[in-house]
Antibody
Framework: QMQLVQSGAEVKKPGSSVKVSCKAY????????TSWVRQAPGQGLEWMGG????????TYAPRFQGRLTITADESTSTAYMELSGLRSEDTAIYYC????????WGQGTLVTVSS | EIVLTQSPDSLAMSLGERATIKCKSS????????????VAWHQQKPGQPPKLLIF???DRASGVPDRFSGSGSGTDFTLTISSLQAEDVAVYYC?????????FGQGTRVEIK
């Protein structure tokens, strides 16, 4: 049974960047997509982008293009999400999730953007 | 971008009643090569990450009670809870993984009357 474990909460200043990790335990990491999904306080779910590690090239939702970088390290079964140019509206819980149907979710990482 | 519209936004049902949530897509979600619809349903309880209930529109994920079922094809999909239990209080989201960017419906809040 695969488990996804994310890094801890972050507090960032506007204009800065944040990098969140997602480590996979059990199962196959490289041949399945890892997606990043965020949820602003009291709001719904928003898919940001994803990567299939063996293929390498990530896919981004258009609204995050240019600000979002998704990478994966097959040697450690870890995916990363880096969001730059942070603004207050980026305050949210960021989740990683596996495969197209998002069959496994990480526990979430709260990112707070505040001056 | 494919838009998913759920209805209703919220519903309150009595214990044991049947709850039905609809999800309408702006484009067909039928994967012609797999002959399956690329639709999933997720349940999110307060303070928890979402949990996959249904994938390929009608396949129940491992460990999901059989009171949850999914149906539909093309652009119209339904999640049914056949007999609502107290532990089913949550927000439910449909999601398409047919075309990137993958998208979610706005969510349906289910409460006990």
């Amino acid at each position: 049974q695969m488990q996804l474990v994310q890094s801890g909460a972050e507090v960032k200043k506007p204009g800065s960047s944040v990098k969140v990790s997602c480590k996979a335990y059990g199962g196959t990491f490289s041949s399945y997509a890892t997606s990043w999904v965020r949820q602003a306080p009291g709001q719904g779910l928003e898919w940001m982008g994803g990567i299939i590690p063996i293929f390498g090239a990530p896919t981004y939702a258009p609204r995050f293009q240019g600000r979002l970088t998704i990478t994966a390290d097959e040697s450690t079964s870890t995916a990363y999400m880096e969001l730059s140019g942070l603004r207050s509206e980026d305050t949210a819980i960021y989740y990683c999730a596996r495969d197209g149907a998002l069959n496994t979710w990480g526990q979430g990482t709260l990112v707070t953007v505040s001056s | 971008e494919i838009v998913l519209t759920q209805s209703p936004d919220s519903l309150a049902m009595s214990l044991g009643e049947r709850a039905t949530i609809k999800c309408k897509s702006s484009q067909s979600l039928l994967d012609s090569s797999k002959k399956q619809n690329s639709v999933a349903w997720h349940q999110q309880k307060p303070g928890q990450p979402p949990k996959l209930l249904i994938f390929w529109a009608s396949d129940r994920a491992s460990g999901v009670p059989d009171r949850f079922s999914g149906s539909g094809s093309g652009t119209d999909f339904t999640l049914t809870i056949s007999s609502l239990q107290a532990e089913d209080v949550a927000v439910y989201y449909c999601q398409q993984f047919h075309t990137t960017p993958w998208t979610f419906g706005q969510g349906t809040r289910v409460e006990i009357k």
